[in-house]
T-cell receptor, first 113, second 114 residues
Framework: DGGITQSPKYLFRKEGQNVTLSCEQN?????MYWYRQDPGQGLRLIYY???????QKGDIAEGYSVSREKKESFPLTVTSAQKNPTAFYLC????????????FGDGTRLSIL | AQSVTQPDIHITVSEGASLELRCNYS??????LFWYVQSPGQGLQLLLK??????LVQGIKGFEAEFKRSQSSFNLRKPSVHWSDAAEYFC????????????FGSGTQLTVLP
């Protein structure tokens, strides 16, 4: 079955450490997205990519970085510059048109040690 | 820019009772509207979507939503709630031709009492 795989499910970060969250999709979707979810705040867009080797900042990009070297992969790095990284991170993909629904992975919960 | 408001942070209903979750949007033209559901520790699952045409939209799991342009609303309804419907529900709006796609509301947490 086609879908989006996020790994790991749980991740712990030490102070001053960068960590990378994986997102892979086999839906052949063009566009991919990273969201951060905090209690009571809904989903906030971190980065998005419409095509390989291109990506744009969302609303809360500071302290995060991404790459899009392959169509099926869109990893997110949470850098040490992100001072409050504890959150639930969701990856999504879509065919690219604004009227197409997004498909979501099951998320990665990042916590600080 | 578009925006979405879900006025109810938390709703509690008894099993078998009817349900209505409110969603108000702000957008200058006819929007694309979506309802998603999220179980704890999981991703979001699409319940239904509205693009154009019939303003009453049917979705999965017995849910429906009605688009009311005059009220800028897209409320989600279910005639009889099941215990398995307990989850968080998100309304989202999409803008025509927008690369960044969707703007989400802050969510409504649904508790179902036995």
């Amino acid at each position: 079955d086609g879908g989006i795989t996020q790994s790991p499910k749980y991740l712990f970060r030490k102070e001053g450490q960068n960590v990378t969250l994986s997102c892979e999709q086999n839906l052949n979707h063009d566009a991919m997205y990273w969201y951060r979810q905090d209690p009571g705040q809904g989903l906030r867009l971190i980065y998005y990519s419409q095509i390989v080797n291109d990506f744009q900042k969302g609303d809360i990009a500071e302290g995060y970085s991404v790459s899009r070297e392959k169509k099926e992969s869109f990893p997110l790095t949470v850098t040490s510059a992100q001072k409050n990284p504890t959150a639930f991170y969701l990856c999504a993909s879509t065919q690219g048109s604004s009227n197409q629904p997004q498909h979501f992975g099951d998320g990665t919960r990042l916590s600080i040690l | 820019a578009q925006s979405v408001t879900q006025p109810d942070i938390h709703i509690t209903v008894s099993e078998g009772a009817s349900l209505e979750l409110r969603c108000n949007y702000s957008y200058g033209a006819t929007p694309y509207l979506f309802w998603y559901v999220q179980s704890p520790g999981q991703g979001l699952q699409l319940l239904l979507k509205y693009f154009s045409g019939d303003t009453l939209v049917q979705g999965i799991k017995g849910f429906e939503a009605e688009f009311k342009r005059s009220q800028s609303s897209f409320n989600l309804r279910k005639p009889s709630v099941h215990w398995s419907d307990a989850a968080e529900y998100f309304c989202a709006v999409g803008a025509h031709g927008s690369a960044r796609q969707l703007t989400f509301g802050s969510g409504t947490q649904l508790t179902v009492l036995p």
